[in-house]
């Protein structure tokens, strides 16, 4: 079993940024594949991130590339999603997800999720 908890969420300006971090409890978290999506009002939950357990591959939403960015800090069990140039149509919850396989993760089929954070993001 593992327990993820979100934070950093907040209300920012187009053109901000902010960095979210996901503390992962109980299993082994350096094993573990990890991931970030979103679900906006009114729409379903998608992917926006994912990374592996060493950290050494990531993957993007094709929206958020070259704006956001995934890393993962093992010692201190957190992974981290840095979001940068941001846009209103950014403005979602954000959950944090774990998984075993990176591979589900990419394609939204995750075992363990957090209670999300909100981010909102003005015009």
């Known amino acids: 079993q593992v327990q993820l908890e979100e934070s950093g969420g907040g209300l920012v300006q187009a053109g901000g940024s902010l960095r979210l971090s996901c503390s992962a409890s109980g299993r082994t978290f350096n094993s573990y594949p990890m991931g970030w999506f979103r679900q906006a009002p009114g729409k379903e939950r998608e992917f926006v991130a994912a990374i592996t357990w060493s950290g050494l591959i990531t993957n993007y939403e094709d929206s958020v590339k070259g704006r956001f960015t995934i890393s993962r800090d093992n010692a201190k069990n957190t992974v981290y999603l840095q979001m940068r140039r941001l846009k209103p149509e950014d403005t979602a919850v954000y959950y944090c997800?774990?998984?075993?396989?990176?591979?589900?993760?990419?394609?939204?089929?995750?075992?363990?999720w957090g209670q999300g954070t909100q981010v909102t993001v003005s015009s």
């Open positions: 997800a774990a998984d075993g396989s990176y591979h589900r993760i990419v394609a939204g089929n995750v075992d363990y």
